[in-house]
Structure formats: structure tokens, C-alpha cells
């Protein structure tokens, strides 16, 4: 090894508890980094080999009632490689051990072997015996949740009848990774299931025989998805089918997709913030090694090194700072990956996923470290480059302070000289201090935006379970209904107040643009169902024409006054032009919103309902649900309490999970920046601090310089880190949006307080254990140095 | 104006420098020995000194590198601590003492001057010797203590606007404005050229006219060894020989 570079590591090892904070932010970034983007690439992978090994479907088209002869004409069309036809729909579920019906999707298996489209992976047990009507395939997330396995029962009601069914085995498909009840936001394994059987028992139990419902279809390898579409349209027009789609409409590829992008969001962002605080502690730790080694580069020079040689044995050790913290970011990222891994095949059941990043992955974090290394490094390292032999050889003067007559001088006048001192040095060294001051509102803000996370999802979900919705349930009928039903749900026991709802899941057309939602119409001055809206509060629907949520009308590109087409997807199919009266801020959903009579007689059933939205008196809600799992006319039944559970679970488990995460992080690097901060400090004072030793201050006076100054810097962060924390709030609030939620950004008082205490115990700390080393000043050293 | 003080003033010096020895040594050293390392590696800075000063006297201390002077003279600032031997000022022993009780006895009674100065940069001349008049009892005022070294026109100025002669009466001026009963100083001419070594001589020697602090000088230089009453003589960790000038000559009359 060269002498050089042998200096270079000793010089790296007397700082090392900076080149440890150093390395440790580098790493927190680049594993998040790293984290990120190899679960995105392995998702990304495994929905590809998923889709692929089971022939997931590229279109799907639903239909009212198709003969099974039409199966010969969509297969013949020339983009389509195969197609399935068959039979979905939903039914009540009552299981055992359970006080409330549950639900689940029916869909249809072929009438001999395996489905050609939508292949199942079956995880336990046998595929159903063909001949036996009753036996059942069940969707292992929903089997898990519920701890049902094979030769179990289940009683169910389908389309208005009751039936016993028995599991044979337990599946998983592609089609449904994400599993949610319609009209549900969120995933509620226990609630909501996949039921497959038979094509002749739920073709005898939805009266299609020999026909179907629903279509789905592989498409041959450089087909043309959109001529597909009109030739499968022009076909299934004329049964009921409200137009074939692709699987943009297909809720969990939807789902996978929105999960991918928000992975690769986390993976531009987090990383980018922790590379900045690296860079900037590379530079105040380096600029300080420079500093110190002054007469060193003047050696060097005079010795007749030249000055780019000397600019790059100080950019080298930022280059190794470089590499220890892209090492530990690589190892850490590569764990935390495979745990979330593993978290995600569990949560989603795919049947293989392994963390697998791709090799372009380490290169981009190395390179990000390197430059993040020398971009902190080259103001230092230039200085260093510069400074001539002769002048670096002789002995430094004084830093040069010069007294200010504003607002400073005054001050500093005012102060005993220890305050003095510490005002002096921050007012001298603006960028020295400015970078300081950075540092710790970086950390202050990290720790704002991590601790605004769940306070706007406990804002969320007070707005969507507390304030918009109060009913306790949502019952929802198998088909629209005269209102009168609500006499017979009024008394149904424990019911205090039942308010009539009608949901139709419409298509939204407008200039080109089509939008699969659902449509909800509310009766005037609803009680218990409202829109609220984001700023203005509860929403009341307009008397006449249709409001749509923000989220909607932007992807529409349709604003107040303009008109759209909207057509059933479900029922008689049929289409109208409505106007557009107002655009609405819902923090949850996507939906439309419709006066109630207004929307069925738009579809023609003036009068009639799809569903209630009912308030219960607790002490009869088994006996209520008794009741509506013997209620024929339902299709569902959906309970707020369990919805709002399920859904912070979930937030706990994956948002808190991640926040959790942030928040170590956040803490990392704010310990970083003021250990940093604090040893740096010492060391350019050392000098003065152990003069004021020798002249007999004491220990606590002199820590009271050091730490005085730290102190002012920390609290002076305060305010630009809380701003600075909102703006980055605020903005990643907006990056997270998604279809389902829009996430304001809601101020959480004790996030603030939290941010602000725990970074200045970090300052605090780091400022005590370096004061230790005022007891260790050499103040003998210090009379015979120069400097 | 400064040098026509001194010279009015030197006269007096012996005279007042031997009846003062008869009221008992300011400082009592009895078998001082330091010892850096151990074993074979071990390098005995002092050996065995013993030595009295006087109140009021100013001696300079005398020696090439390493023999041991700058090392007594930071045991008798209660910098640094003996090995064994006993060190009795006024009487009372710095070496029972604790590190608090060292402070105090610093900042009661010992005024520094150090080689590289060891000014508070950002502190002004003057507030750098308010600096310390903040923890003495009864000090000097700051501007007359700078008035004293003759720098009362740059009270308001940075040390990196001083010179280094300056700065270093700065240092004077920060050491006497506690009036100690001591001041103690490390080659305080050792980075300054001839000129304004002298200026920083003659405050010395001004301060320990006025104030009556035992001095203590350290220095390579054997000329400024004619500035004290009396001159030790250090090789190799040990006192060679005590000498005691007749009369003390003025800082002018120095060449080096």
C-alpha cells in the first residue's frame, strides 16, 4: 500500500465516528433504495410469470345472459389465442362461528378440465368432482382468515336460495390477488371470498343454462388489444354487455399496479433526501479534515506533489466513505427486502416471490453513493487543491472577526463573553452555521413527514367511518327494489333508522375517455351515507344532474356544466347524458354522486332501491344478523366497525410497518447530523476551549461554549425544519395520491412536538457525549500548538 | 510613553525584590520529579527540584528543549501534576489538590502568557480580557489593563487585526487584568521578532513592578535571562545552576 494511502485510512479512522454517521445515512438510503426498487423488479417479475404460467386474462367482457354457442365465435376472433365463458356472480355467505353473513364471488369452473383462461393454482386439497354439485374451490386468503380447510361447509345463499356447499380444495388465481367486496375500499380477507364451482350448479342457480354471463380472453402474442375489443363487442352487443375491457378495469391488477407505483415513488424520493443529508455530512467532515491538515497539503506541495494528486487522495476518502455506506445500504437493503418479501407473498398469496434484485440496482446505488460521496466532497477537496505550499506551510492567522454594528454587534454587546463567543462564531461562519442548521431541519423535517402518515390516516378514516358514514351496516339487494323494502328492513330487530341507497356501477363516458365507477345516488339531507368533501364538509347531492370527485372528473377532463354519457353495467344496461353540477373532494373514493330519485329514474325504476343503509341498536346485533342471513332479496351486507378494523389493520401492518421504518430512519439520520455537527464543533475548538481551561473556567463554563453553540444552531432549525417538514408533507401527500384515497395533508401538533424533542435530544446527546471530551482537552498540547 | 515608566520604575526593582524574599516563598518545591512513560520507555522530565520563589520576584527560567522547564512551569500553573515531590503555594500544596480545586486556584491566582498567545478569536482585545475579568474577583478594568501594554488604541480590534506582537500583549494584558499573584509565561517572545519581543518584555516587566506578581519566564533566549532577579539554569530534567543578577536590565537593553 502506498504511504499516501496508508495516511488516507488513518486519517479516515480518527474520524470514524463521522465517517459511522456518514455511512450509516448513506446506508439508510441506498437500502431503502435498494429495498425499493428490487421489490418492485421482483413483483414486477412475479405478476409477469404469475400472469404468464396462468394465463391470466387480457380482456374480460361481462354480459347479461349470452348462449354458450357464441364461446365457437369469440374463440374464431383472430387477436383472441382463448377464451373462457362462464358463470360469476355473488352470494351471502353464513358460516360458522361467524355472528355476520359474510360474501364471496361465485365464478364458474369449466365443465371438464382446467380453466383455458384464469388457470388456478391450487394450494391444498383436490379440484372439485364435476358430478358433485356442491363441492367448492375457496380463495386460500379468504380460507386462511376464517380457518377453513377441506370437507368443511359453508352455507350459502345464491340468488335467493340457500345451499350447502363443501370445500374440496383451496386455490389461488392471478385474478385475484386483490380480493374486495364491490363497493368495499379495502381488502377484507374474512369478510369477503372466491368461491369456485361448478358451470351446472351455478348455471341452475342463476337460471343460465347452457348460457353465461361473463367472457374472459387470452390474446395471441402482437395482438391488437383495441381491434379485440370491437370484434368481441360487435359479437356479445346485442346480450347485455356494456363493452369489453382490458385489465386497466380489472380491480387487483389495478391494485398490483398502484402498489408498484407507489414502491417506485418510495424509491425516488426517500433515497434522494438521505443521499442530500450524506453528501452535506461528506462535506462539513471533510472540510474539517482539510482544515486541520493545512500544513500537511502544504508538505505534500512542497514536496512536489501536484495539486490534483492532492485533490484526489482527499476525494479518495470520501470515495471509501462512499463505499462503506453503499456496502451496508446493499446488505440492508437486500434484508429488508426479502422481509418484505415474504410479507407480500404471505399478504397476496402469489405462489413464489423472492426478493431478487436486479444487478442494475447495486450499480445505481454504488453511483449514487460515489456522487453523493463527491458532491459533498468537492468543495473541500478544491480547497484543498488550492491552497498554496507557502501559505499553507506558515502558520495560520487568527480566524478574522470583525465587529458588526447592526442588530448582531448590539446583541453581542449585550452578552457576557461566553455568549459572546458562541453569537460571534455562527455569525462569522454563516455557511459553516447555515449547514449546521440545514442538517438538523432536515432531520426535523423527516421526522414531520414521518409522523403526518398516520395522523392523515387517522383523518381519513375519522372523515370516511365517523363522519361520512354513520350507518352501523350497508345492506345490498340482489337486484333494485321498490323503497317499501325498507318497511320490511325497518323491522328487522334492533333496526333504529334505515335510510333508503341505490349504488349502480355505471361506465362514465366523455370526449373518448371511459371510466368504470360506481354511481351513488343519497336521498336529500341523507343522514347516515354522506359525501363529505375535503374542505367544504358534508356535501348535499344536487337536485338535479351529477357530481363527480375530483379523481373522476380529472380523468374525465370534465368540469361543471359539461355533459357525460353514463351507462348500467349491471341490469338493464341503459344509457343517458347527464350534466355535470359540481366537482367534490372526497378523501376516500372515486365515486359519482346523484340525487337518488333523480338516478332511478334516470334507469327507468322510478322508486326503487339497491340497497339501505341501516343504524342498530347493538344489543340486538345477533339477532339482526340471524335475521338477514335468512334474507333472501340480499346480496350483501357490509359493516362499518369490521370495515374500519380491517382497514387500520392493514394501515398498521403495511403503513405502519414502512412509517416505522421511516421514522428508525429519520432518527439515524438525525443522530447523524448532530454528532457530526457536535464533534466538528470540538475539534475546531479545542484550541480556545482548552485556553479557557488554562485560564480557569471551569468545566461547565467551557461546556456551556460548545454546547451553547450547538444549542442556539439546533433551536434556531426548528422553524425552518417544522417548514420544511410541511412542504415535504404536503408534496409527498400529493405523490402518494392514488384513485381510492387522496391524502390532505393534515397538521398533527404532537408530530411537530415529537420531531422537534427527539432531534434536539439527538443535538442534546450528541452534544454531551462530545462535551466528555472536555474533560480530556490537553491543555498542556494546547499552549505549544500553533493551531 | 510606556518606556518612560519603565525606566522610572526600574530602579526600584532589586531593592523592592530582596526585602520582599524575606517574607517566605510564593512558591516552595521539595523533591519535584515527572515522569512521562514507564518502564524502559519512561522519560524523567524532572528529577528531584528543588527550588523557592520569592514574592514579587521574577526569575526566568532557562533551558534548551526537553530540560524540563516548561514542564515545571505548567505544574506550577496547575496544569499539569508531579510524579512525586511536593509543591506548596503560600504554604498550601498543589499537588493534594483536586481538578476543581485547580481550576480555582488558576482562576484566582495564575495569569498566563503563552508562545502562540491563545487568544479567543472571536472576541475583540478588550473582550478578550473581559473574558476573564468575568471570573476574577477584583479585576483590572480592560482598558486599562491594555492601556498598561500600550495598546489602549486598539481596544475594539480582532486578534487578526493585531500583529503578533499585539496579540501577544493582548495575552499580557489578559493575564494581569486578574492582578495574580502569579504569571506565568512560556516563551512569550518565542514566535515574535526582536522589536516587538521587547514591547512584550517591558509589559512583563511593567506588570511586575506594578502589581508585585511573581513572575516566572520561560525561554531558550539567554539574553532575556538578564531581565530576572534570578535565573535557573535547567539540563536534562534538573536544576544546573542559580544565578541572581545584581541588577536587572530593561527589556531595551536586550539583543538576541
Known amino acids: ?787 | 510613553m510606556l518606556r518612560m515608566e519603565l525606566a522610572s520604575t526600574v530602579q526600584s526593582t532589586a531593592a523592592n525584590s530582596a526585602q520582599e524574599q524575606a517574607a517566605g516563598p510564593t512558591f516552595s518545591l521539595r523533591g519535584l520529579s515527572k515522569l512521562y512513560g514507564e518502564g524502559a520507555s519512561a522519560v524523567h522530565a524532572l528529577r528531584s527540584v528543588d527550588l523557592d520563589i520569592a514574592e514579587r520576584e521574577l526569575v526566568v527560567l532557562l533551558g534548551p528543549s526537553g530540560s524540563g522547564k516548561s514542564t515545571l512551569l505548567n505544574i506550577l500553573g496547575g496544569l499539569d501534576r508531579p510524579s512525586s515531590g511536593e509543591v506548596l503555594f503560600k504554604g498550601e500544596s498543589l499537588v493534594s489538590m483536586d481538578d476543581r480545586e485547580l481550576t480555582r486556584y488558576r482562576r484566582e491566582h495564575v495569569g498566563f502568557v503563552f508562545q502562540f498567545y491563545n487568544l479567543i478569536p472571536s472576541l475583540t482585545a478588550r473582550e478578550n480580557v473581559e473574558l476573564v475579568n468575568e471570573i476574577a474577583s477584583n479585576p483590572l478594568p480592560a482598558a486599562e489593563a491594555l492601556g498598561l501594554v500600550g495598546l489602549g488604541d486598539r481596544l475594539d480590534h480582532f486578534p487578526a487585526q493585531l500583529s503578533g506582537g499585539e496579540q501577544q500583549r493582548v495575552a499580557v494584558a489578559r493575564a494581569i487584568a486578574k492582578r495574580p499573584a502569579i504569571l506565568l509565561c512560556d516563551e512569550p517572545t518565542g514566535a515574535l521578532d526582536v522589536r516587538t519581543g521587547v514591547r512584550v518584555l517591558e509589559a512583563l516587566v511593567e506588570v511586575n513592578d506594578r502589581f508585585g506578581s511573581t513572575t516566572l519566564v520561560v525561554t531558550h533566549n539567554a539574553d532575556v535571562a538578564r531581565l530576572g532577579d534570578r535565573v535557573v539554569r535547567f539540563l536534562d530534567g534538573g536544576i544546573r545552576q542559580i544565578e541572581t543578577n545584581a541588577k536587572r536590565a530593561a527589556p531595551t537593553e536586550l539583543v538576541w
Open chain 1, 1 to 787: 500500500m502506498r504511504i499516501l494511502d496508508r495516511k488516507l485510512l488513518r486519517d479516515v479512522w480518527r474520524m470514524r465516528i463521522n465517517a459511522i454517521a456518514i455511512a450509516l445515512v448513506l446506508g439508510c438510503g441506498l437500502a431503502i433504495f435498494v429495498m425499493a426498487v428490487g421489490m418492485r423488479a421482483s413483483l414486477e417479475n412475479t405478476r409477469r410469470d404469475y400472469y404468464a404460467q396462468q394465463r391470466m386474462a387480457d380482456l374480460a367482457v361481462s354480459l347479461v345472459r349470452a348462449p354458450e354457442q357464441l364461446e365457437a365465435d369469440l374463440a374464431a376472433i383472430p387477436d383472441v389465442s382463448a377464451v373462457d365463458v362462464r358463470i360469476s356472480g355473488l352470494a351471502l355467505l353464513d358460516l360458522p362461528g361467524m355472528v355476520e353473513p359474510a360474501s364471496a364471488r361465485l365464478v364458474s369452473l369449466p365443465r371438464s378440465g382446467r380453466p383455458r383462461v384464469n388457470d388456478l393454482v391450487l394450494a391444498k386439497g383436490r379440484w372439485p368432482d364435476p358430478a358433485l354439485a356442491d363441492e367448492i374451490l375457496l380463495n386460500e386468503a379468504f380460507a386462511d382468515a376464517l380457518g377453513l380447510t377441506m370437507g368443511d361447509t359453508v352455507e350459502a345463499t345464491l340468488h335467493g336460495r340457500r345451499q350447502t356447499l363443501r370445500i374440496a380444495g383451496i386455490a389461488n388465481s392471478p385474478e385475484f390477488v386483490f380480493v374486495s367486496a364491490p363497493g368495499e375500499l379495502f381488502p377484507q380477507p374474512e369478510r369477503y371470498g372466491v368461491i369456485w364451482m361448478g358451470h351446472e350448479a351455478l348455471a341452475r342457480a342463476y337460471d343460465l343454462e347452457s348460457a353465461f354471463n361473463e367472457a374472459i380472453f387470452r390474446l395471441s402474442s402482437g395482438a391488437n388489444s383495441e381491434r379485440a375489443k370491437k370484434a368481441i363487442d360487435a359479437l356479445v352487443e346485442r346480450y347485455g354487455s356494456t363493452g369489453a375491457y382490458g385489465r386497466d378495469r380489472m380491480p387487483s391488477d389495478r391494485f398490483l399496479v398502484e402498489e408498484l407505483r407507489q414502491l417506485a415513488t418510495m424509491a425516488a424520493f426517500l433515497p434522494a433526501f438521505f443521499l442530500v443529508i450524506a453528501a452535506f455530512l461528506v462535506n462539513i467532515a471533510l472540510a474539517r479534515i482539510i482544515a486541520t491538515e493545512r500544513s500537511n497539503i502544504g508538505l505534500l506541495k512542497a514536496f512536489g506533489y501536484t495539486d490534483g494528486a492532492v485533490a484526489w487522495h482527499y476525494a479518495k476518502s470520501a470515495l471509501l466513505l462512499g463505499a462503506i455506506g453503499a456496502l451496508l445500504g446493499s446488505i440492508a437493503g437486500v434484508w429488508l427486502g426479502r422481509l418484505m418479501a415474504s410479507v407480500y407473498r404471505d399478504y397476496y398469496h402469489f405462489p413464489r416471490l423472492d426478493f431478487d434484485a436486479p444487478l442494475l440496482t447495486f450499480l445505481a446505488a454504488w453511483t449514487a453513493a460515489f456522487v453523493a460521496a463527491a458532491a459533498g466532497a468537492l468543495a473541500a477537496v478544491l480547497r484543498a487543491a488550492r491552497i498554496a505550499p507557502a501559505a499553507a506551510l506558515a502558520a495560520p492567522r487568527p480566524a478574522s472577526f470583525r465587529s458588526s454594528n447592526g442588530l448582531f454587534g448590539a446583541l453581542a454587546r449585550r452578552l457576557d463573553a461566553k455568549s459572546r463567543i458562541i453569537l460571534r462564531r455562527i455569525v462569522r461562519f454563516p455557511r459553516r452555521s447555515a449547514t449546521t442548521v440545514f442538517g438538523v431541519s432536515l432531520a426535523i423535517a423527516l421526522l414531520v413527514v414521518a409522523r403526518t402518515f398516520p395522523a392523515v390516516m387517522d383523518r381519513l378514516l375519522d372523515l370516511h367511518f365517523s363522519q361520512a358514514n354513520r350507518q352501523d351496516v350497508t345492506l345490498s339487494f340482489i337486484d333494485a327494489r321498490s323503497a317499501a323494502v325498507l318497511n320490511v328492513i325497518e323491522r328487522l330487530p334492533g333496526v333504529i333508522y334505515a335510510e333508503p341507497a341505490r349504488i349502480d356501477s355505471v361506465i362514465l363516458r366523455r370526449g373518448g375517455r371511459d371510466v368504470e365507477e360506481a354511481l351513488i345516488g343519497a336521498p336529500p339531507n341523507a343522514r347516515l351515507s354522506r359525501l363529505i368533501g375535503l374542505s367544504e364538509g358534508p356535501v348535499s347531492t344536487p337536485v338535479s344532474g351529477i357530481t363527480l370527485s375530483r379523481a373522476l372528473a380529472e380523468k374525465l377532463r370534465a368540469g361543471p356544466g359539461d355533459e357525460i354519457e353514463i351507462e348500467q353495467t349491471r341490469g338493464r344496461r341503459i344509457r343517458a347524458v347527464v350534466r355535470v353540477a359540481s366537482i367534490a373532494d372526497p378523501m376516500v373514493g372515486s365515486s359519482a354522486y346523484m340525487d337518488l330519485d333523480q338516478q332511478a329514474r334516470l334507469f327507468r325504476e322510478p322508486g326503487q332501491i339497491t340497497g339501505a343503509n341501516v343504524r342498530l341498536d347493538s344489543s340486538s346485533y345477533a339477532r339482526f344478523n340471524r335475521e338477514i342471513k335468512e334474507t333472501p332479496v340480499l346480496a350483501g351486507a357490509s359493516f362499518l366497525s369490521l370495515a374500519e378494523q380491517s382497514m387500520r389493520r392493514s394501515f398498521d401492518e403495511g403503513v405502519g410497518y414502512m412509517n416505522f421504518i421511516y421514522a428508525a430512519f429519520a432518527a439515524i439520520m438525525a443522530g447523524g447530523v448532530a454528532f457530526s455537527a457536535a464533534r466538528i464543533t470540538l475539534a475546531e475548538q479545542e484550541r480556545d476551549l482548552a485556553t479557557l481551561r488554562v485560564l480557569g473556567f471551569t468545566r461547565a463554563e467551557v461546556s456551556y461554549v460548545l454546547v451553547g453553540e450547538l444549542a442556539a444552531l439546533a433551536i434556531l432549525a426548528v422553524p425552518f425544519g417544522c417548514l420544511l417538514g410541511t412542504l415535504l408533507a404536503q408534496w409527498l401527500m400529493n405523490l402518494f395520491e392514488t384513485d381510492m384515497y387522496s391524502f390532505p395533508y393534515v397538521f398533527n401538533p404532537g408530530g411537530y412536538v415529537f420531531a422537534i424533542l427527539f432531534t434536539l435530544s439527538c443535538v442534546v446527546l450528541a452534544a454531551l457525549t462530545v462535551r466528555s471530551g472536555i474533560d480530556r482537552l490537553d491543555m498542556v498540547g494546547v499552549l505549544k500548538s500553533r493551531d
